[in-house]
């Protein structure tokens, strides 16, 4: 699967952002510049699924993973400096990590779920997708996430016009998948994460992986806590 890359600064270190659930290469908007001021080459991808990438309903996390070196291999090959990746795109760039198609020389993981139960009924996810894709409109998203600025509300709104349910779906109808971030890898959680608890918190920082807590900071913690979430990755923003 060839997905949408959006390619963005002249830097000599390349960076690549993965989105999470129902997002696209736009909910990085105001990490972006940054990263261009830098010094990196970055990379922005919809994700399958998402933003204008193919859809298929019929998609593993484990295909999701490799449609990004896929999609990049002619931008930056297996081995960027850095890869980012928010909840869903970080479980895909943990799974890209273990399949060995893609070695960072950095992985940041945000508030990622290293983990997924899978088994879930397909019609009934799908409906639970389109209900929630239905309810993330520029209104609701100011009413349900008053964080978000008017341009998040703006940027996410317009994903969700492009997220296709059947797609994410797929990915949770087979076996669950779990997957180790590696060691020397940063994971920003927000504090406390729904996502990432104290144990596994610790469990992964006996394996050499970097943890580091946002307090207060939702889910998608550059949007709540911008200036905190660019303050905990000195490795990045320098």
Do not use: N
Request: hydrophobic fraction near 40%; proline fraction near 6%; charge should be negative.
């Amino acid at each position: 699967m060839k997905l949408h890359v959006e390619v963005q600064g002249q830097g000599e270190r390349t960076a690549l952002l993965l989105h999470g659930m129902t997002g696209s290469r736009e909910s990085w908007w105001r990490v972006v510049p940054l990263l261009v001021a830098s010094g990196h080459r970055v990379l922005a991808i919809d994700l399958p699924g998402h933003g204008r990438s193919p859809r298929d309903d019929t998609m593993t996390v484990e295909r999701a993973a490799r449609s990004i070196t896929e999609s990049t291999a002619d931008e930056c090959g297996p081995m960027p400096d850095l890869v980012m990746g928010h909840s869903y795109g970080g479980l895909l760039l943990a799974a890209a990590v273990d399949a060995g198609v893609l070695t960072p020389k950095l992985s940041v993981y945000i508030d990622t779920p290293f983990t997924t139960r899978g088994g879930w009924d397909r019609a009934e996810l799908t409906a639970a997708y389109e209900q929630d894709r239905r309810s993330r409109t520029v209104d609701g998203l100011r009413a349900s996430r008053p964080f978000y600025s008017d341009q998040d509300c703006v940027v996410e709104a317009r994903a969700a016009e492009c997220f296709d349910p059947a797609t994410a779906a797929a990915q949770a109808t087979g076996p669950g998948v779990s997957f180790q971030p590696e060691p020397g890898s940063i994971i920003l959680r927000a504090e406390p994460s729904s996502y990432v608890d104290d144990e596994t918190a610790a469990l992964h920082s006996g394996r050499g992986v970097i943890v580091r807590d946002v307090p207060g900071a939702a889910h998608s913690v550059w949007y709540s806590h911008f200036d905190e979430f660019v303050a905990a990755l000195p490795e990045v923003f320098t």
